[in-house]
């Protein structure tokens, strides 16, 4: 312990070599602080076993106070993993009619004979997509059975049954081809998204006529002054809380989600070669001793222990990364349960406005659209009810915001008493692994999420209202997460409503340190004087894969909502093994670094002055004068691990590309693909 002192007054004498670090709290707030490693009992009042013991993870018992049911130990078991939801399958569509089958053939005969590269295999996958439309129109029940045979016949997995059967990816593919167009643009998507057999298509062309109400003003309304007050907001992301975590179980496996109890290394399948700390490792998810330690650092190093934050931003996923066929209705509403509370609980009084992330769904990555109709429709309905009412309960949606989360998958607008307007997204909407995203997939706004957010942003603006916008998966950097067509209309609905209504974006889901700029008329010109907005994309607290746990602190003027400053801490992975034969402490959390001090020293610009999209634009100028700054920048990309590889050579100027990225158009029509992430 007396390193553990010592390196705490280095890191005190560290930040009076940096006054800007939160100074509001610089001589009361630690720049390190080392958790109790006794696991902190009193969170809950009973427990399926022992808390306090080091060999396993606490399995506190959780009662759901939305439905009042309480989770069994069964669900969260790490011995006895449960498989196949039964309880809780998702519905097939209706058989179609006579008819209906034939208005189909004709469509689709004239969709493949339009389609100018029929002779490749390309082709062979648009005509095999043809035959099993046909089926799921005719026999939806055979869906999932024809989407096994499949898979063993080509060898896409060595767990055919376990990915694509009816309890888990089979109904959801029978329903996405008895819908889409799949000798067209969606059949084109779909088999190279997931097959790899077609060229993407290319970006439709966007018609946005009649889409704005009114044009951007011009000139634009004057800005709001700056107050000098800062508020203090926490950015925390992509938790992935796994109750199944096994303390001494492999951590470093040869596939698939390691520090289970199934999980082993093909080169010593008996022994664990490398046995799974109790705060996690790099290639696992979160256990709850993590999660809490995490939450237990925050108020002290951020000095917000008697006061709290201003608000919280969670831009999601809640969920470790099961195998499909480990999912379950059940363990969804257990992650969102405990987080949602252990948030409550444990940073303060102020609200946390939270996101659906990709994993906070079941099966992981689906939102289905309502024009599917009927119970295709509302197959979701029973997440997006869920989070609402426990949003609800905890304080964090007033009642106006409650009915419109409920019909928007979980979307919603909150109107501060302070005047910003914070507006959630579903971005599964636009993700590239919803299945559902590729139904209608030509067109930008299939679920209506753009069309809710477009109308928010009016109302802000004829109210003379700031927003921030908050989702997970993020719509641009290297490309490689959302689908082109929706991010491309995004782009142009921030770009109309920047930067005078839209004062900050923030993205989870990569769990690294990055964010993308958008510039006017679709980044044509990309200079400071067209930067509009920027989109930071908030680090993970799970270290999977290969990067430390951290979280972000943003220091924002309460009357412009610009960042003045942000600030990440860091907990590193790797020196989480050598607390396991102790209970005196755990997990140490540092800070890591100012946003303002890392990347502005050589920029003109206020010291009160806004971190805004022409400041970072003019990083990103400093970046390609000088490279070390991007040396710099994919350090702090994963959170500091020693895992983390250098960006040298092509990997600069890609970096520097995807950062003036901020939809997945650009960023495939100007960057090198390869080189977005450092895991």
Not at 413 to 422: A, N
Not at 451 to 471: H, K, S
Request: proline residues 8%.
């Amino acid at each position: 312990m007396m390193f553990v002192k010592i390196k705490h007054l280095l890191g005190l004498a560290t930040l009076a070599c940096h006054p800007s670090v939160l100074a509001a709290t610089e001589t009361t707030a630690p720049s390190t602080y080392a958790v109790p490693g006794a696991f902190p009992t009193s969170l809950y009042s009973s427990y399926y076993n022992n808390p306090t013991a080091t060999t396993a993870q606490p399995q506190p018992v959780i009662s759901d106070p939305v439905t009042h049911v309480i989770f069994p130990l069964s669900l969260t078991d790490p011995d006895n993993i449960p498989e196949y939801d039964s309880a809780d399958p998702h519905p097939l569509p209706s058989p179609a009619s006579s008819q209906k089958l034939l208005q189909q053939a004709v469509a689709q005969i004239k969709s493949i004979t339009a389609n100018p590269i029929f002779e490749s295999s390309c082709a062979q996958c648009l005509a095999s997509l043809e035959v099993a439309k046909f089926l799921a129109l005719a026999a939806p029940e055979q869906g999932s059975n024809l989407a096994v045979t499949l898979c063993e016949y080509f060898n896409y997995s060595s767990s055919c049954e376990k990915s694509y059967g009816p309890l888990v990816m089979g109904p959801i593919i029978t329903q996405v081809l008895s819908f889409a167009d799949v000798g067209g643009y969606d059949g084109q998507s779909i088999c190279s998204q997931f097959l790899g057999l077609c060229p993407a298509p290319a970006t439709m062309p966007l018609n946005l006529t009649g889409w704005f109400a009114k044009p951007k003003p011009n000139p634009l309304p004057p800005p709001k002054q700056p107050s000098g007050q800062l508020l203090k907001v926490l950015h925390i992301s992509d938790l992935h809380i796994d109750p199944r975590y096994a303390n001494g179980a492999e951590a470093n496996c040869t596939s698939g989600l390691c520090c289970r109890e199934n999980a082993y290394n093909s080169l010593s399948p008996q022994t664990p070669l490398l046995p799974a700390p109790r705060y996690g490792s790099f290639l696992c998810d979160s256990p709850y001793s993590l999660i809490t330690s995490v939450l237990e650092a925050i108020p002290p190093l951020t000095g917000t222990e008697s006061t709290g934050f201003n608000f919280t931003i969670f831009t999601g996923d809640m969920l470790a990364h099961d195998p499909d066929n480990q999912q379950s209705r059940a363990l969804n509403e257990y992650s969102e349960v405990v987080l949602y509370d252990l948030f409550k609980r444990m940073l303060g009084p102020g609200p946390t406005y939270a996101t659906l992330g990709n994993h906070d769904t079941c099966l992981p990555n689906l939102a289905a659209p309502h024009s599917l109709g009927g119970a295709l429709g509302q197959q979701f309905s029973w997440l997006y009810d869920h989070v609402t009412a426990l949003w609800e309960q905890e304080g964090w949606l007033p009642e106006a915001s409650v009915e419109i989360s409920r019909a928007h998958y979980a979307a919603y607008m909150v109107k501060r008493v302070d005047g910003l307007r914070v507006i959630s997204l579903d971005t599964n909407l636009w993700y590239r692994s919803n299945y559902f995203n590729y139904i209608n997939s030509s067109e930008p706004d299939v679920s209506g999420m753009l069309r809710f957010l477009t109308n928010e942003l009016q109302d802000a603006e004829d109210a003379g209202d700031r927003v921030w916008i908050i989702g997970h998966v993020v719509s641009g950097w290297d490309g490689s997460n959302p689908l082109p067509n929706p991010t491309n209309l995004f782009y142009q609905i921030v770009d109309r409503f920047s930067p005078h209504v839209i004062a900050n974006i923030f993205w989870g889901h990569t769990h690294e340190d990055q964010l993308s700029i958008f510039y006017a008329n679709n980044g044509t010109n990309m200079s400071a004087e067209t930067a509009q907005m920027v989109s930071w994309i908030g680090p993970s607290v799970t270290p999977l894969t290969n990067l430390n746990s951290g979280f972000r602190v943003y220091e924002v003027d309460s009357a412009t909502f610009e960042v003045i400053d942000a600030y990440t801490w860091k907990s590193s992975v790797n020196d989480y093994p050598a607390l396991d034969s102790q209970t005196e402490f755990g997990p140490t959390f540092e800070f890591e670094y100012s946003t303002r001090e890392a990347y502005g020293g050589n920029i003109t610009w206020g010291a009160t002055d806004p971190l805004n999209a022409t400041w970072w634009h003019l990083v990103t100028e400093q970046m390609e004068m000088d490279p070390t700054l991007v040396q710099t920048f994919n350090i702090y990309q994963g959170k500091g691990s020693i895992l983390t590889p250098p960006c040298t050579g092509e990997c600069i100027p890609a970096r520097i590309c995807y950062i003036r990225s901020g939809s997945a158009s650009i960023a495939k029509q100007n960057c090198v693909s390869g080189y977005g992430s450092v895991q």
